[in-house]
C-alpha cells in the first residue's frame, strides 16, 4: 500500500483532492566494471631473470681471445685433458651431464682446482630437447645444476646452461635463466664427437675460429681419442697464432 493512498476508499460524491508524490531520488548510475577494474593497480608482473637469456656465443674479453669448451663428461678422457690444458696454461669449460659429475667428484673438484668452470649439460643429454614437457625441461637443467654443484663441493658455481645438440628454445633459455644460467652455444663445432679424425678436428679450428671465438669440444660420450691427439696440436698452434684463453661471456 502507498504511504499516501486514504485508509479506506473515498466516496463517490465527493471529490479527491489530488496529492503530487515527489519522485524517490535516483540512484547514481553504477560505474562500469571496466572503469573500476582500470582503477585498480595492475597486479604486480614477476621480475625478470637477473641472468641474460640470450645464447653467448663469444667470449666475456674479446679481443684475440678463444675459449675452449667440453661437452658431455667427466669421463675418460677428461684427465688427459686436464693435464694438457695445464701443459699449456690454458683454461677451459666443461660442460658436465649430472650424474657423470655426480658419480666422479674428484674430477669435478680437479677442473676447479686447476682454475677451470662448469657448465651444465642437463641430466639425461635429451634430444630434441623441445619435445619434452616444460617441467621435464625444468627438471633436466634444474637437477643438473644441483648434482654439478654438489660434487663440486661447497661454493661451486655453475655459470652456464648448454642444450644438448645446441636445441635452444626461448622455453629452455628462460629455464636456463630462472636457475642463474646463461645460455652457452658456439662459434666453431669441431664436430669430433662424430670423430671425424684429429686432422679434421684441427682443420676445422683452424678454418673457422675468429677472435672471441667459443670452440666446441667434447671430453665424454664415445672414444675422445681423436679429441686429445688434436688438443696437443691446437694448443701450441693458438698461442702461436697469438691466442690467449677466456671464459665465454656471462
Known amino acids: 500500500m502507498s504511504p499516501t493512498a486514504p485508509t479506506s476508499p473515498p466516496s463517490s460524491a465527493t471529490p479527491t483532492t489530488s496529492v503530487a508524490l515527489s519522485a524517490p531520488p535516483k540512484p547514481s548510475p553504477s560505474k562500469p566494471a571496466s572503469s573500476a577494474s582500470a582503477s585498480r593497480p595492475p597486479a604486480p608482473q614477476p621480475p625478470p631473470p637477473l641472468t641474460p637469456t640470450s645464447i653467448v656465443r663469444g ?45 666422479d667428484p674428484a674430477m669435478v673438484r680437479r677442473i ?73 652455444g658456439w662459434s666453431v663445432d669441431t664436430r669430433d664427437w662424430a670423430r671425424p679424425g684429429a686432422p679434421a678436428i684441427v682443420a676445422t679450428v683452424q678454418r673457422d675460429l675468429r677472435p672471441g671465438g667459443v670452440v666446441l669440444l667434447h671430453d665424454a660420450g664415445g672414444d675422445r681419442s681423436q679429441t686429445v691427439a688434436a688438443l696437443k696440436q691446437l694448443l701450441p698452434w693458438l698461442i702461436a697464432q697469438g691466442y690467449s684463453f677466456d671464459f665465454p661471456a656471462v
Open 59 to 103: 667470449t666475456a674479453s674479446g679481443g684475440r681471445t678463444v675459449a675452449l669448451t667440453f661437452d658431455d663428461g667427466p669421463g675418460p678422457a677428461t684427465g688427459q685433458i686436464l693435464d694438457l690444458l695445464t701443459q699449456y696454461g690454458a683454461r677451459a669449460t666443461f660442460c658436465q651431464i649430472g650424474p657423470q659429475a655426480a658419480a
Open 112 to 184: 676447479l682446482a686447476e682454475g677451470h668452470r662448469l657448465c651444465d649439460h642437463t641430466v639425461h643429454h635429451p634430444q630434441p630437447m623441445h619435445a619434452l614437457s616444460h617441467d621435464q625441461q625444468v627438471y633436466e637443467i634444474s637437477a643438473a645444476k644441483d648434482m654439478i654443484a654438489k660434487a663440486g663441493g661447497a661454493g661451486t658455481k655453475v655459470r652456464w646452461f648448454r642444450a644438448p645438440g645446441g636445441d635452444f628454445t626461448a622455453e629452455n633459455q628462460l629455464i636456463a635463466a630462472q636457475c642463474g644460467l646463461r645460455p652457452l
